[in-house]
């Protein structure tokens, strides 16, 4: 119910703005900052970093935290894979969750990393163990992250869509070089096309090798550094990396509002993954929502166009299955603590 109320509250942000058919003006409270819609980055900034950064603070003044001594430890790369290939369906189920979400034109990774997680959560024998350092929920977001990459090329090369701000990048400078993104592309320039999937591999190889060889030291130097210096310093480079994003301070005041209202939520153990998904979602479902309804007007009653594709259909059953299974198990499982 907490993560359906967050969802839900998600939504309600992603409306602010300016509506996407209609064009009607909502909850902007008159700031003329706000027709564009809040910006989604300094939102992410806002409830995933500021709330930890609060909790880091409180730690603080409670008591005095020291900084960690990391000390060198013998087999932690072969824990590292053995983390990630011990359960190999969760590697698997979230790179494929992570490549049809990178398909999906506007999409992207963030959708792609929290369906992931959830996903993997919901599988999980003990879900009570993520949010608190389970390997797994890790492995479940890196793995969707890095597959919604080369999904997103699909869209990119076949049609010209570009689903994601990387894409959009590489559709430009294929442009400036004369290369038309499209059906047309594998054709005329074959040569081209393929080079991006060689490289994509190749992406990943060097991702490897500078983890393996920078990720141990620079994990170090941070862990060095005592949070009484860390703290002031992240909050203050999410407050430069909100007001770079349009070099607007109503996007900083944005990140700082989402900050305390996803801190407080947090205490409320409200998640903030469904929050953010519905702000990410929410004007792909409007959009899709109102221009159904118009294709339907023609109908006596325009609703039940979204009840005649097949494809529609299976989607609404999914998504029933989706909402009724979290509480099947629920009941399920008090069913057996009557028992014993």
């Known amino acids: 119910l907490k993560g359906l109320a967050g969802g839900a509250f998600g939504l309600l942000i992603s409306m602010i703005g300016i509506a996407p058919i209609g ?11 706000f027709q564009g819609g809040v910006q989604l980055i300094s ?17 603080l003044t409670a008591q005095k935290m020291q900084a960690v001594n990391v000390e060198k430890e013998s087999g932690v790369l072969a824990r590292s894979f053995w983390n990630v290939f011990r359960k190999p369906f969760n590697f698997i189920r979230s790179s494929i969750i992570g490549a049809f979400v990178g398909i999906l034109p506007g999409a992207g990774g963030n959708i792609a990393n929290l369906v992931a997680y959830n996903e ?9 163990t993520f949010g608190t350092g389970n390997p797994q929920g890790v492995v479940a977001t890196e793995a969707a992250n890095n ?10 090369l076949t049609l010209g869509i570009p689903g994601a701000p990387p894409a959009a990048i590489i559709y430009g400078a294929l442009m400036l070089q004369g290369l038309r993104p499209g059906p047309e592309l594998f054709s005329s320039s074959a040569h081209i096309t393929y080079a991006f999937m060689v490289s994509l591999f190749v992406a990943n190889l060097m991702m490897f090798v500078v983890g393996i060889l920078g990720g141990r030291s620079i994990f170090k130097i941070v862990t060095m550094i005592p949070a009484k210096i860390l ?13 770079s994003i349009r070099n607007n301070i109503m996007d900083v005041i944005v990140m700082l509002i989402g900050g305390f209202i996803g801190y407080l939520l947090k205490e409320l153990n409200f998640h903030p993954g469904p929050i953010v998904l519905g ?22 009653n325009p609703w039940t166009i979204f009840f005649t594709r097949p494809i529609s259909i299976v989607l609404i059953v999914i998504i029933i299955f989706s909402a009724g299974w979290p509480v099947y198990r629920e009941f399920k499982s008090r069913l057996k603590k009557g028992d014993n």
Request: hydrophobic share 50%.
């Open 279 to 300: 702000l990410i979602l929410g004007p792909i479902a409007e959009k899709g929502l109102v221009q159904g309804y118009l294709m339907g007007l023609s109908r006596p």
């Open 43 to 59: 939102v992410l900034i806002g409830f995933f970093c500021i709330p930890e950064m609060l909790r880091i603070a409180g730690n």
């Open 147 to 156: 597959a919604t990459v080369e999904g997103g090329m699909v869209p990119l």
């Open 120 to 128: 993997a959560q919901r599988a999980s024998k003990e879900p009570e």
């Open 231 to 243: 703290v002031p310093s992240i909050i203050f480079l999410t407050i430069l990396g909100s007001y």
């Open 23 to 33: 064009g009607d003006v909502r909850f902007t409270m008159g700031l003329p900052a």
